[in-house]
């Protein structure tokens, strides 16, 4: 679909990896380029994780921040984010999802891992951690940084966590929200509360691939 630029209203983005780097904070140079885009588009961050952690992170940006996946949304007053929807869907069988990790890692070998098998999320999102909860930084960052060795698997995390939307997540995990939500859903939920239509978005991401956390946006009607 070629996006009509005349349409647009909506710019949505991406933080780690498009505007900012992993706990890295916004740039003097990419605040002023949303600056300049919000004197003509409205400006959407569509994130991953915690609404607060994001607005933070973009050092107050007054800017409408979606968080985990659609769970939460706030908005900018007076410099700081209010939190308008904050919702969290709590793992109710916590037993089920441990021993399904646990299967995993008799499966293809991740038997050896420091810290928690499992880490749970006040949200109800999951994450499967590979090498562990408390795994060092540098054996994380070496595990696999072409994503090569958790896309060989991801079918088989889908189909085994088929209650939850799965993506490959930091170096070595894989994240698992709480179906539906993804970053489609949100940013479609955003745009019916808003009165926008697809067409009158263009998201702005950098993971698009298989299991990656924009690969939703990719696979929509939304421009990208």
């Known amino acids: ?24 904070p916004l740039s003097k140079e990419h605040r002023e380029i949303l600056t300049q885009l919000s004197k003509k588009y409205k400006l959407l961050m569509a994130g991953a994780g915690m609404c607060m952690r994001i607005f ?14 659609g769970m939460q949304y706030g908005k900018p007053a007076g410099g700081e984010l209010k939190i308008l929807r904050d ?6 069988d916590r037993a089920s999802v441990e021993k399904r990790v646990a299967a995993l890692r008799e499966k293809y070998g991740f038997t050896e891992f420091a810290g928690d098998n499992v880490e749970f999320h006040a949200s109800g999102c ?5 090498l562990g ?9 070496a595990f696999d940084p072409d994503r090569s060795k958790r896309r060989a ?7 085994v966590f088929s209650d939850y939307t799965v993506f490959v997540g930091g170096s070595s995990s894989f994240d698992m929200a709480p179906f539906p939500f993804d970053k489609a859903y949100a940013l479609s939920k955003y745009c019916a509360d808003h009165g926008i239509s697809h067409d009158e978005v263009v998201y702005i991401g950098d993971d698009y691939g298989e299991g990656g956390n924009d690969e939703s946006v990719y696979k929509s009607d939304f421009n990208y």
């Open 1 to 24: 679909m070629k996006m009509d630029v005349k349409k647009i209203k909506l710019i949505a983005f991406d933080l780690d990896g498009t505007l900012t780097q992993h706990k890295t």
């Open 87 to 92: 919702g969290a869907a709590p793992v109710k």
């Open 56 to 69: 933070n992170q973009m050092e107050q940006f007054p800017i409408d921040v979606i968080g985990n996946y």
């Open 126 to 130: 999951v994450t499967f951690p590979i």
């Open 133 to 141: 909860t408390k795994a060092k930084a540098e054996d994380k960052l």
């Open 153 to 159: 698997i991801y079918e088989d995390i889908c189909n």
